[in-house]
């Protein structure tokens, strides 16, 4: 069975980069037609899809989102990662990694998730 595990600092300073990694076992991020995704939860709201890569490294972007995010991969690692340029105390969340049957789907496997606060 698949398994996600983000890691990443939990405190990040306003303007700064947020950068979490999501690391798979279990299978492989190649496989087809699975997509890895990024998905947040700010405190007292709902689930927000950042964006994704796929099995073949294409990328999908939340259009609300898109300046400001990057997604690559490391396929030597089977990992994944997320940045987030710009940061203010808005995004702070919940972050969790998923695999997921389409770039803006969220039902799937997800990580456990990890919390990450701007903050100065």
């Known amino acids: 069975q698949v398994q996600l595990q983000e890691s990443g600092p939990g405190l990040v300073k306003p303007s700064q980069t947020l950068s979490l990694t999501c690391t798979v076992s279990g299978g492989s991020i190649t496989t087809s037609y699975y997509y890895w995704s990024w998905i947040r939860q700010p405190p007292g709201k709902g689930l927000e899809w950042m964006g994704a890569i796929a099995y073949d490294g294409s990328t999908y972007y939340s259009p609300s989102l898109k300046s400001h995010t990057s997604i690559s991969r490391d396929t030597s690692k089977n990992q994944f990662s997320l940045q987030l340029s710009s940061v203010t105390p808005e995004d702070t969340a919940v972050y969790y990694c998923?695999?997921?049957?389409?770039?803006?789907?969220?039902?799937?496997?997800w990580g456990q998730g990890t919390q990450v606060t701007v903050s100065s």
């Open positions: 998923a695999r997921v049957r389409g770039p803006g789907a969220i039902e799937g496997y």
